[in-house]
C-alpha cells in the first residue's frame, strides 16, 4: 500500500465557532443550555474542569457551530503565537458548541482520511511549528492562517488499517506520558509537603510526628521545634558574591573559565555556560549553591556542577564547617519567594539583594539532623528527577515517532486479517 500526498483543502471540511454576548452566558446548566468550549478548555487533551453554558442559541448555531465525535479542534485566535494550532481530538459521542477563536476540523466523507490520523498529522511537531511561524495578525491578537492550512499537503497511507495502528501507536505513548505527568505531580506534592513538614521541624527525619510538647514559643517567629533555633544564614553558610571580570569573552569552550551570569543559564539539573572567560576573579566550587540576585528571576537557585567564573547576577552559596550544604539548599527554596517579594518591595525598578543582605535572612536551624532531613527531601527529589528524565525520553520517543510514521520513512506492518 502506498502513501498519498494531497492538499489538506482536497480531503477536509472546517468550521468556525460561535461568538455570544455576555447576557448569554451561564456559570452552571438549565434546561435549553448548552456547553461551549473556550481556548481555556484546549489544553494537551479536553480540559473540562471549567465549563461555560449558553442560553438561547438558535437551532441554526447549534448545527453550524457544534462538533462531536472525530472532530479535531483547535484554537485559531490568541495573544500567545504558540497557543495558535494546540488542538484536542473528540473522542466520546458528545456535542459540543465552540466559540469563534477556535475553528473546528474533520476530513470529509469517502477522503479515504481517518479523524483520528489527520488530527495526529495536525498536532505533529512540524505542522505545529508552521501554523505557528505563518500566524497572522497585526494587533496582539494571533490568528491562524487557514489559507496556508488548507493548502498545505498531508501525507497519508492509503490503508485505513495502517492510519489507525499509526494512531493506536501515538496514542500508547500519550498515555504513557499522561500516567508519568500523573505521577510526576503526585512526587511533586510530596516533596513540597516534605520540604514544609521537614524544614518547619512539624515531622521528624524518622517519618514520626513531633507532638505540642515538642515546640517552644519563639518571640519573633512562634511555635519552633525544641532543639532548634533561628539563626541567621550567616550562622551556616558564606555567600560569595559575584562579579563580572574585565577582559576577554568566548562563545565557546576550550579558551577560558566557563561563565555564569544569570538564570537563563540553568536548566532544570544543572548550569550550562553560554560564555567564557580568561578571567577568573569570583568562582565557585562544585557542589555551591549558584543564586540569583538580580532581576525578576531573583530566588533562582541550582547547584554548581563544576568550578564556574560567577558575575554580577550570581551569588555562590557556600556551606560552613558543620553545616549541610543540601539542607541549606531546601531551606533558601522555601524563603526563596519571600526574598524577591523584599527586592521588589525595596523601592528599587530593578530587584537586587545583595550579599550582606543574604546572610542576615533569617533561618530555623537543628542542632543536630541536617543530613537527614535533607537525605529525606533528595530520594523524593531522586525520584521526581528520574520521572522527568522518563518524560522527556517519552516526548522525544513520540517526535521521532511522529516523524518517520506520519511520513511514511517507517511503515507498520498490518496483520493479513486486518487487510482481508
Request: hydrophobic share 35%; with cysteine.
Amino acid at each position: 500500500m502506498k502513501f498519498i500526498k494531497k492538499k489538506v483543502k482536497q480531503l477536509v471540511d472546517y468550521k468556525s465557532g460561535y461568538t455570544w454576548t455576555k447576557e448569554q452566558e451561564l456559570n452552571n446548566s438549565e434546561p435549553s443550555a448548552i456547553r461551549v468550549l473556550t481556548v481555556s478548555n484546549i489544553q494537551s487533551v479536553l480540559d473540562l474542569s471549567s465549563i461555560m453554558y449558553l442560553k438561547k442559541v438558535s437551532p441554526k448555531d447549534k448545527l453550524e457551530k457544534t462538533a462531536s465525535k472525530n472532530w479535531t479542534i483547535a484554537v485559531s485566535s490568541n495573544g500567545n503565537r504558540k497557543r495558535i494550532g494546540n488542538a484536542i481530538f473528540i473522542n466520546e459521542d458528545t456535542e459540543y458548541l465552540f466559540a469563534s477563536f477556535l475553528t473546528g476540523f474533520i476530513p470529509k466523507e469517502n477522503s479515504g482520511l481517518l479523524p483520528e490520523y489527520f488530527f495526529r498529522w495536525f498536532t505533529s511537531y512540524e505542522v505545529q511549528e508552521k501554523i505557528s511561524a505563518v500566524a497572522e495578525g497585526t494587533t496582539e491578537l494571533r490568528n491562524m492562517s487557514l489559507r496556508h492550512l488548507r493548502n498545505s499537503f498531508i501525507e497519508y497511507p492509503e490503508s485505513e488499517d495502517e492510519q489507525r495502528t499509526i494512531s493506536n501507536i501515538l496514542n500508547s505513548v500519550d498515555e504513557a506520558i499522561a500516567t508519568t505527568e500523573i505521577s510526576i505531580a503526585k512526587a511533586e506534592r510530596l516533596k513540597k509537603s516534605l520540604m514544609q513538614n521537614l524544614l518547619s521541624g512539624k515531622l521528624k527525619a524518622n517519618g514520626s510526628w513531633r507532638k505540642e510538647k515538642d515546640f517552644y514559643k519563639h518571640e519573633k517567629f512562634g511555635n519552633s521545634p525544641v532543639g532548634w533555633h533561628w539563626g541567621r544564614l550567616s550562622e551556616i553558610a558564606d555567600v560569595i558574591a559575584g562579579q563580572s571580570p574585565a577582559g576577554e569573552f568566548y562563545n565557546d569552550e576550550g579558551k577560558g573559565m566557563p561563565m555564569l551570569n544569570g538564570p537563563t543559564e540553568f536548566t532544570d539539573h544543572h548550569p550550562i555556560p553560554v560564555q567564557y572567560t580568561t578571567k577568573t576573579t569570583k568562582l565557585c566550587e562544585v557542589g555551591d549553591i549558584l543564586f540569583t540576585v538580580r532581576g525578576s528571576s531573583t530566588g533562582r537557585m541550582n547547584i554548581a556542577d563544576q568550578q564556574y567564573c560567577i558575575g554580577r547576577g550570581i551569588a555562590a552559596i557556600r556551606n560552613k564547617e558543620g553545616s549541610d550544604i543540601d539542607f541549606i539548599y531546601y531551606t533558601l527554596i522555601t524563603i526563596a519567594e519571600k526574598i524577591l517579594a523584599e527586592a521588589r518591595g525595596s523601592g528599587t525598578t530593578f530587584p537586587n539583594v545583595n550579599r550582606g543582605e543574604l546572610l542576615k535572612k533569617w533561618v530555623l536551624i537543628p542542632e543536630s539532623g541536617q543530613e537527614e532531613i535533607a537525605k529525606k527531601i533528595k530520594s523524593v527529589n531522586a525520584i521526581l528527577n528520574s520521572k522527568q528524565t522518563k518524560i522527556k525520553k517519552l516526548e522525544r520517543l513520540k517526535k521521532a515517532l511522529m516523524q518517520n510514521l506520519l511520513t511514511g520513512k517507517v511503515r507498520v506492518k498490518i496483520k493479513a486479517e486486518q487487510t482481508a
